[in-house]
């Protein structure tokens, strides 16, 4: 049971189909009846919304009025928009600290926990608990920890959250702190499935811990840090709590991300057509990115 | 043989204040939300703030002497744990019927549910809001809970761990003559405890600290749950010492599930890729 | 089957537990009205709204008042979610800058109120909350932010009240040499813009929009000014630093601690408990090209989706007379709307605001009025902490809200 991602389920072979007459046994009824409440509740609550979500972005559509259609004119003003580009621009860079930031600190702390040794369980369960927090405790925490009465805030001798430099590393820190638990676990369980013959053997080869390291663990990890770079991406590309409870997307907007610029049109503005096509460009910004992972993890397989 | 590569002496003492180092810095954070909580409202400067002594529990007479934070930590009870209860069971029916029965259209459906993970949350958002508003379920707890239960990562949790179960069970109670309704209740759900276990937790937690979809639902003062109103107590420049009372008072029951289930959480885990 | 209908039962029951506890299902006499606090003490507040409700129901046995308070912060969100979710109040506190924004969803309510009562409002009041001459709400309150001096601070560094914004920057070394700041400025977006920066923008000569309200004008000269006169004052040192970035509990600020001189985003009630009443001084705005100050107007409007407009109505008429504001407007330090009214306040610093409300302008009235603030706010907040200067700023802010009132 210890696959770190859900494996694709493929019906089982070997089994000829049966005639189309069987599925009307009362079985085949009782099994729809089963599946049906959770059918029913994803199609109106998830399959639905998704597919008006989309749809919406090419309608200007506010509250009290009737849908109009507008066809592109939510994209061309969404290209125009500076808010945008400034959201587009705070999610990229966010993603581009966070994303090796919290994977290295994960994959460390997984190597520094693997062996058992006394007291190493602990460790590993204090490093989960930021997992378990809500960001909004973090949040109201981390901003007292960030400001000028706070401990890191004196290491400065200003507010984090005051600058326009330093607002998005802080939250970045935020952000690693209250994930990097949930790595650290992934990376375990596929430690555990190394093989510990190679590692001996590359040991009585003379292979010091580095090399060890490079040749033999990280090729076997490479599954599980692709997994954990996805998970880690798409997490990073919504950041909303965080910021919406620390700095409200600013100080002066540097850290407005996209989730933030969609809740804002959507429900401070309720310009619901154009919150939705905010919605579509992060959807295609997730599969952009997911792709682009894709290829670079096969090419250097 | 197997010690080869255990660390020596000077790489064990290197790793235990790594270790030493970074568990400080995890629990920092608590420890100041902790101590923060149990000072007066304007002793807010480090380093003096976080001296533990003297106490003063001002901040928790405040927050728990007829507040809102009670009846914040109502909703949020009710939020997750109805959810809960009714994830589970959804799941667990959808999953026993995806892993061992055969009926139209099961594919068809099995892959929507996967396909649909893929899609970001906020992309739905909208007209999910619009839906419920609609309705009118905006400030009411079934508007919170009822378009959480459609979760797609717990149904497919429930078909692969039902799938590894033998058919044979099954097949002995049904020559018995026992009802499929009995067959799921005596037999499937029993055997699927440990999994039940590690979904709930999840469930749990996640609805426990959710805050976007309660934030735009529960409008109300009286329909916030903990995370959205310790947001707001924030905003509304209510003392740090009585926010922090109230995020410490949210926290303890998730500190309470992680200390009694926290074999189910890693396992969960490392079992799939379910978000914490 | 069976489990469907469980769920359904389930889902139904929370559905009842909901609406036996919260406002749902409105009978046509249920009245439901949301207030923010005006009266800062919460537990005065309601025991006013308490005594008020007992008072009307003694009248009116079959209509159940709810008078339900709720905090300034994201008050439009609450609203407009409510509204979308058809649990919108009957009756809401609007200021008349939201009452454009909000006028499609807005019953006028003139055929609920008393005429001698619509007669008595005071011009600038009635004007505030007219539109297409029909009545949006019935105004219950003003108030009006003059400036207001610390006469301890003043004396400790040997100056003068400022009149005017070169009097501002005069006597700013001298304070600041003290360890005093001249002024204050809360530059976080999510402070409201009609008491902080339009003021200045009206001082300097200049409006929010312009005379059809198809443009912004805050781009112009006058803001251009006005901005950069703000900032000389931060980048000087002249104010607290923390407030650009921050709205730290109010005990914490300067202003509070007794180290600012002068304020017009304050009332001396504000600062009463910190200064004490004798140190507090009512000066008239600041001048530059005009001397003004902002005035809040407080009303009470229906909502078109209430679905009892006539109980509602007679509420209304009720809390908005002459007798009940007054007893509001005491006890939120604010003043009536009404003429007839009179004073209000005999001596101390209330008595020395309330002379100065005809120096004072209300808020923009536009439908995107409050959409173009949320726009604005950022950009000055970038001018003041350097990342703009002023012109860029408000060139970009005129931009990004001339692409909101386009469309």
Redesign the interface.
């Known amino acids: 049971m210890t696959v770190t991602a859900p494996a694709p389920p493929r019906p089982r072979s070997g089994q000829p189909p049966r005639p189309r007459k069987r599925y009307l046994r009362p079985e085949a009824l009782l099994g729809l009846g089963f599946v049906l409440p959770v059918f029913l509740l994803f199609l109106v609550f998830r399959f639905g919304p998704a597919i008006v979500g989309v749809l919406l972005s090419f309608f200007e559509y506010t509250l009290g009025d009737s849908p109009r259609f507008t066809g592109f004119d939510n994209f061309v003003r969404m290209f125009d928009d500076p808010l945008f580009w400034q959201a587009l621009k705070v999610t990229v860079i966010f993603t581009v600290l966070y994303l090796p930031l919290s994977i290295a600190t994960s994959l460390g702390l997984a190597l520094l926990v693997r062996r058992s040794f006394r007291g190493s369980k602990l460790f590993r369960s204090v490093f989960f608990l930021p997992v378990i927090t809500s960001l909004v405790l973090a949040a109201t925490i981390f901003t007292w920890l960030f400001s000028s009465s706070g401990p890191l805030g004196k290491l400065i001798g200003d507010s984090w959250l005051a600058s326009t430099t330093l607002v998005i590393p802080a939250l970045v820190i935020v952000s690693v702190w209250s994930r990097f638990g949930y790595g650290m676990l992934i990376i375990l369980a596929r430690l555990q499935d190394v093989p510990r013959e190679l590692e001996e053997a590359a040991l009585v080869d003379g292979a010091g811990p580095w090399a060890r390291f490079r040749h033999v663990v990280l090729p076997q990890l490479r599954p599980a840090l692709f997994f954990l770079a996805v998970i880690e991406t798409t997490t990073s590309f919504q950041v909303f709590d965080l910021v919406y409870v620390m700095t409200g997307g600013g100080p002066a907007r540097s850290s407005y991300t996209l989730v933030m610029a969609l809740y804002d049109q959507g429900f401070q503005y309720f310009d619901l057509g154009y919150a939705s096509a905010l919605g579509v460009a992060l959807f295609v910004l997730t599969l952009f990115v997911a792709l682009i992972q894709r290829v670079l993890m096969g090419r250097s397989k | ?2 010690n ?4 020596r002496l000077g790489g ?1 003492i290197l ?1 235990g204040v ?2 030493a180092v ?2 400080v ?3 920092f ?2 420890y ?2 902790i101590v ?1 909580s149990l000072k007066p ?2 002793a ?4 003096r ?2 001296v533990p002594w003297p106490i003063d529990t001002s901040s928790y007479d405040r927050v728990l002497g007829g507040g809102d934070i009670p009846l914040w930590t109502l909703n949020t009870l009710i939020y997750s744990v ?1 959810s809960v209860v ?1 994830v589970l ?3 667990s ?2 999953g ?3 892993a061992k ?7 068809t ?2 892959w ?3 396909a ?1 993970v ?17 309705a ?8 919170l ?3 959480t ?2 979760n ?1 990562q717990a ?2 949790l429930m ?3 039902i799938g ?1 179960l033998p058919d044979e069970l099954f097949e002995a109670a049904k020559i018995d003559g026992a009802s ?2 009995r067959i ?1 209740a005596t037999i499937v759900l029993p055997l699927c405890k440990p999994i039940l276990a590690t979904l709930g937790l999840f469930v749990f ?1 996640w609805h ?2 959710d ?2 979809w309660p ?2 639902v529960g ?5 916030r749950t903990l ?2 109103g ?3 107590l ?4 209510v ?2 010492n009585v ?2 009372a109230g ?1 410490t008072i ?2 303890v029951p ?2 309470a ?2 200390l009694v289930g ?1 074999r189910y ?2 396992e969960g ?5 379910i ?2 | 089957m069976k489990l469907r209908a469980i769920a359904a039962a389930v889902v139904a029951a929370l559905a009842a537990t909901t609406s036996a506890c919260g406002s749902a299902e409105d009978t046509p006499q249920d009245v439901t009205m949301w207030v923010y606090p005006v009266v800062p003490d919460e537990a005065q507040h309601r025991a006013f709204w308490d005594e008020q409700i007992e008072a009307f129901t003694k009248d009116h046995a079959n209509i159940d008042v709810k008078v339900e308070i709720y905090p300034w912060a994201k008050r439009e969100e609450s609203l407009t979610t409510a509204i979308a979710g058809n649990k919108a109040p009957d009756l809401v506190y609007l200021i008349p800058d939201q009452i454009p924004k909000f006028a499609k969803l807005v019953q006028p309510v003139d055929q609920y109120l008393p005429d001698e009562v619509k007669g008595d409002y005071r011009d600038n009041v009635r004007e505030s909350v007219t539109m297409d001459g029909k009545l949006m709400g019935a105004p219950i309150l003003m108030g009006a932010n003059p400036l207001m001096c610390n006469k301890k601070v003043l004396d400790a560094a040997g100056v003068s009240a400022p009149a005017t914004w070169d009097d501002l920057l005069e006597i700013a070394p001298t304070l600041k040499a003290k360890g005093f700041d001249v002024t204050n400025y809360y530059a976080d977006p999510s402070a409201t813009l009609n008491q902080s920066f339009y003021p200045l923008l009206w001082e300097a000569g200049g409006d929010v929009f312009d005379e059809d309200g198809g443009k912004v004008a805050f781009d112009g000269d006058a803001g251009v000014r006005a901005l950069t006169f703000l900032k000389t004052l931060v980048d000087e040192g002249y104010t607290e630093k923390e407030l650009i970035t921050g709205i730290p509990a109010f005990e914490q600020t300067r202003l509070a601690q007794g180290k600012v001189a002068c304020t017009w985003q304050q009332l001396p009630a504000d600062v009463e408990s910190f200064w004490g009443a004798d140190a507090i001084t009512i000066h008239p705005p600041l001048k530059d090209e005009e001397q003004v100050g902002y005035g809040s107007i407080g009303a009470l409007s229906m909502m078109k989706q209430s679905g009892a407009k006539d109980a509602a109505g007679e509420w209304l008429a009720f809390v908005s007379s002459p007798e009940v504001t007054k007893a509001y407007d005491l006890a939120g330090n604010y003043f009536s709307p009404y003429q007839s009214t009179g004073a209000l306040y005999t001596d101390g610093p209330q008595a020395e605001v309330e002379k100065t409300l005809d120096q004072m302008v209300g808020a923009p009235l536009h439908d995107k009025a409050r959409d173009v603030m949320g726009l604005l706010a950022p950009e000055i907040q970038a001018a003041l902490i350097g990342q703009k200067s002023p012109e860029q700023a408000l060139a970009d802010a005129a931009e990004a809200a001339n692409g909101l009132i386009g469309q």
């Open positions: 043989m197997t080869a590569l255990r660390p064990k790793r790594f270790l970074a568990s810095i995890t629990i954070p608590f100041a939300m923060l409202v304007a807010v400067e480090f380093p703030s976080l109805v009714l069971l959804l799941s029916l959808a026993y019927a995806f029965k055969r009926f139209p259209g099961k594919e459906m099995f929507s549910f996967l649909m893929m899609v970001p949350y906020h992309v739905t958002l909208i007209p999910l809001f619009v839906l419920i508003a609609e009118g379920g905006v400030d009411t707890y079934w508007g809970i009822v378009p239960l459609a797609a149904v497919f078909r692969q761990f590894t499929e309704w799921f937690l426990w600290n805050f976007l934030l735009l409008k109300s003062t009286d329909m995370t959205v310790i947001a707001a924030q905003e509304e420049n003392p740090l926010v922090l995020a949210a926290f998730i500190f599930a992680y926290q959480l890693t885990v490392t079992m799939s890729g978000k914490g």
